[in-house]
């Protein structure tokens, strides 16, 4: 059964097998089709797409190597020299088949090769489905710092599928899953108590998923360009970025994005409950929370000034402030927040410190 969000100008379709993906392509009449996957997705989720393209058989491969580090200018910059190679014109169409690498990567290089393609985004994370494909942008990193460069640029549709998230492992599905909490604490309280209870490894997750991009939706659909409250999205990431680009930087088995987020929501709720008026039981409630699904990442005082520095590159920073958003109680969130650098150290210090008591 085919269940639907409508987006800036744009379906979320919902559907295990992609039914409608075939007859959406065929029906505008594109020149070319490129789909855009990592080894991974080649591997353990590109059947799932031919199947459903079964009619369809003439279209393109590009693959790129996976991970973060690899979601560059660079690799880019690969990424449009085959495209030229395989003479992509303007009517083309690219399918980006992966997690926020691919399509964050896949969806820059779409909305800029001759100034603009379109493309379809089918994302195969847990973090992909209720974070990256949703809500028009696109990015690459540079020198670490997370998306600094990139488009707000709409992708025609986007089609989840349950069936890529038994591609994951263990880790993949709780990196995710940091999102899906993130986005109860910013906007829905139900959802995040929901959350502490969902077994990952047994429970039916399409309703959570469902809930999850319709909360992001409703943010972005607002606030497109993320002039005010799209800014609620961040929690988390201004202290959870600097920390995810000094992992990629510094260790040989770097943190994946939501392990990252889930350490920055455990510092911006200590800096919520400082500067915000977050009461202690939520901020209590929260770092049980992100406890219980992950380990603690062990880092010294001594990394503090290249985190500061990596956060002071930050996209939410106005000047030489650095931006937050931070809660106010679980389940509403301020955004264009500016905090001093001794909370952010304390916050540092406050996980550091270990679990709460």
Known sequence: MTKQIASLGYNVFFEDNLESLASFITARNYSQILVLVDRNTNDHCLPILQAALSEITDYDI???????ENKNIDFCIGVWKTMLDF???RKALMINLGGGVVTDMGGFAASTYKRGIDFIQIPTTLLSQVDASVGGKTGIDLDNVKNIIGTFTQPQAVFISGKFLDTLDKRQMRSGFSEVIKHGLIYD??????TKIVDLDQDDLSDIVFRSVEIKNAVITEDPTEKGLRKILNFGHTIGHAIEGYSLLHDTDPLLHGEAIALGMICEAYIAHKANGLS???MAAIVEAFDHRFER????????PELIALMQNDKKNEGKRLGFALLSEIGTCDH???IAEELI?????FYRNGKAS
């Open 62 to 68: 590009i693959e790129v190597d996976p991970g973060e």
């Open 87 to 89: 003479g992509a014109d």
């Open 189 to 194: 309280k139900d959802l995040f108590y929901k």
């Open 280 to 282: 202690a039981a939520d």
């Open 297 to 304: 990442y062990t880092f010294s005082e001594e990394i503090y």
């Open 336 to 338: 264009t927040l500016y």
């Open 345 to 349: 150290i304390e916050s540092l210090d």
